[in-house]
């Protein structure tokens, strides 16, 4: 939500939401133009944005900065379904050569995309992709492609476009409320996870290395 003009302390509040980006999208963070870095480094601090990382243990293969997975106290269980999504995704991740990010193309996208089975995932990215087969697939993804015309507060807009709402009330797209809501100004790629916990979820296995090159 680069050049947002609005508060996600506001918009989400941290007794409600828990806001978190993946390992892999960490990478993204230091090739990013430096404008566009500023934004993004004093959002994580101000809004005490946490790394979602799996657990596991390190990939030989890769020098320590370009871990994906943590260690003990560092990494989180992977959940079944988490795991089967990633699976799933194996030819869709491209072993190509890196990007600066010093990811293969695709593999940010599949980590993503495989949180949306543990929490919820904003994303402004519609395309054909590890997203939307998530989303298909039931996973908890809200494209936020048609946020600003909605006339919703982002907390609203997030809990009416859950496929599977945790939360009590749902209110439906069609009404908007009259609100100040988050609005944006110029986006960037990234793709912010929301992660609002499901207990029902927290059922879980050791991530399997299937990103890991």
């Not at 790629?189 to 879980?204: I, P, Q, V, Y």
């Amino acid at each position: 939500m680069f050049g947002d003009a609005g508060d996600l302390t506001v918009a989400l509040p941290r007794d409600e939401f828990r806001l978190c980006v993946t390992r892999e999208a960490e990478f993204e963070i230091t090739p990013t133009p430096p404008d566009k870095k500023a934004f993004i480094e004093a959002t994580i601090a101000k809004c005490g944005i946490q790394t979602d990382t799996f657990f596991g243990f390190n990939d030989a293969s890769l020098p320590p900065d370009e871990q994906r997975i943590g260690g003990f106290n560092v990494g989180r269980w992977a959940s079944p379904k988490e795991i089967a999504f990633i699976a799933s995704q194996r030819t869709a991740l491209k072993a190509e050569k890196k990007r600066p990010t010093k990811l293969h193309p695709g593999e940010a996208d599949i980590s993503l995309a495989a949180r949306s089975f543990h929490s919820v995932v904003l994303s402004l990215d519609k395309k054909k992709g590890p997203l939307k087969d998530a989303y298909e697939q039931g996973g908890r993804v809200v494209f936020l492609t048609d946020f600003d015309k909605s006339g919703m507060s982002l907390s609203d807009f997030i809990k009416a476009g859950l496929p599977s709402c945790p939360w009590q009330s749902r209110i439906s797209p069609r009404t908007p409320r009259k609100q100040p809501s988050a609005r944006s100004g110029q986006r960037g790629n990234g793709d912010l996870l929301g992660c609002s916990e499901l207990e029902d979820e927290h059922r879980a296995a050791p991530a399997a290395p299937a990103l890991q090159q």
